[in-house]
C-alpha cells in the first residue's frame, strides 16, 4: 500500500463517524413537515419513529440513508485495503463501528438522540458479508411475522448477526465486530425491552 492510501486510513474512521452522524430522520422531517421527531412518538430519529408519525414515504426514505450510512464507508474501506486478511479486517471492523458510533451518537445533535443503529448495521453488513445480512433479514422478518414488533424484529437480527457472520466468513475479527454492534444494538433497545415486558411496545398493525 503506498503512502496516499496510507494516510487515508485514519481519513476514513473519521469520515465514516460523521456520515454516520447525519441524522437523516430528522433532517428529513424537518424540511418536509412542521415536526421535529425527537418530540414526537419514541423520540427516537430512526425509520420506525418517522414512519410511524410522519409516514411511510419519509420512512423509506430515512432507511435508505440510514443504510447507506453504514455501507459507504465500508465499502471505500474494503477498496482500500481488500476484505482478506488480519489486519484489513480490523480496519473494516473499525470503519463499521465508527460507521455505527456515528449514527448512536451523532455530533451535530450534541451527540444525543441517535437512532437504534438497526439499519446503519445492516448497511455496513451488507457489504460485510451479505450472505450473513440475508439470514439476519430473514430472522428480522420472521420475528416481526410472528411478534407484530419492529423492535423483536430488530433484536433477533442483532442476535442472529454475529452467529451468521462468523459462519459465512469464518472470520473471528468481523465476527467479534458483529457480537460488538450486536450489544450496542441490545443496549440502545433497553427503553424497548422494557415496553416488551410491561406489554406496551407499539405493535406495527392493530
Given at each position: 500500500?503506498?503512502?496516499?492510501?496510507?494516510?487515508?486510513?485514519?481519513?476514513?474512521?473519521?469520515?465514516?463517524?460523521?456520515?454516520?452522524?447525519?441524522?437523516?430522520?430528522?433532517?428529513?422531517?424537518?424540511?418536509?413537515?412542521?415536526?421535529?421527531?425527537?418530540?414526537?412518538?419514541?423520540?427516537?430519529?430512526?425509520?420506525?419513529?418517522?414512519?410511524?408519525?410522519?409516514?411511510?414515504?419519509?420512512?423509506?426514505?430515512?432507511?435508505?440513508?440510514?443504510?447507506?450510512?453504514?455501507?459507504?464507508?465500508?465499502?471505500?474501506?474494503?477498496k482500500?485495503?481488500?476484505?482478506?486478511?488480519?489486519?484489513?479486517?480490523?480496519?473494516?471492523?473499525?470503519i463499521?463501528?465508527?460507521?455505527?458510533?456515528?449514527?448512536?451518537?451523532?455530533?451535530?445533535?450534541?451527540?444525543?438522540?441517535?437512532?437504534?443503529?438497526?439499519?446503519?448495521?445492516?448497511?455496513?453488513?451488507?457489504?460485510?458479508?451479505?450472505?450473513?445480512?440475508?439470514?439476519?433479514?430473514?430472522?428480522?422478518?420472521?420475528?416481526?411475522?410472528?411478534?407484530?414488533?419492529?423492535?423483536?424484529?430488530?433484536?433477533?437480527?442483532?442476535?442472529?448477526?454475529?452467529?451468521?457472520?462468523?459462519?459465512?466468513?469464518?472470520?473471528?475479527?468481523?465476527?467479534?465486530?458483529?457480537?460488538?454492534?450486536?450489544?450496542?444494538i441490545?443496549?440502545?433497545?433497553?427503553?424497548?425491552?422494557?415496553?416488551?415486558?410491561?406489554?406496551?411496545?407499539?405493535?406495527?398493525?392493530?
Amino acid at each position: 500500500m503506498d503512502l496516499v492510501n496510507i494516510l487515508k486510513l485514519p481519513a476514513l474512521v473519521i469520515f465514516a463517524y460523521m456520515l454516520g452522524s447525519v441524522p437523516c430522520g430528522f433532517i428529513l422531517t424537518k424540511l418536509f413537515t412542521t415536526l421535529d421527531i425527537r418530540q414526537k412518538g419514541s423520540g427516537n430519529i430512526g425509520a420506525t419513529n418517522v414512519r410511524r408519525i410522519a409516514g411511510n414515504r419519509l420512512g423509506i426514505i430515512t432507511l435508505a440513508g440510514d443504510v447507506f450510512k453504514g455501507a459507504f464507508p465500508v465499502y471505500l474501506a474494503i477498496k482500500l485495503t481488500g476484505v482478506n486478511g488480519f489486519w484489513a479486517e480490523i480496519y473494516i471492523s473499525i470503519i463499521a463501528v465508527s460507521a455505527l458510533l456515528g449514527h448512536l451518537f451523532p455530533v451535530f445533535l450534541k451527540f444525543k438522540g441517535g437512532g437504534k443503529g438497526v439499519a446503519t448495521a445492516a448497511g455496513c453488513f451488507i457489504i460485510i458479508s451479505p450472505i450473513a445480512c440475508f439470514f439476519a433479514l430473514l430472522t428480522f422478518i420472521m420475528f416481526i411475522c410472528l411478534c407484530n414488533r419492529v423492535s423483536v424484529g430488530s433484536l433477533g437480527a442483532a442476535l442472529m448477526l454475529p452467529v451468521a457472520v462468523w459462519k459465512a466468513t469464518n472470520s473471528k475479527v468481523l465476527a467479534i465486530c458483529a457480537a460488538f454492534i450486536s450489544i450496542l444494538i441490545y443496549l440502545r433497545h433497553i427503553e424497548n425491552i422494557k415496553r416488551l415486558f410491561s406489554g406496551t411496545e407499539p405493535v406495527i398493525r392493530k
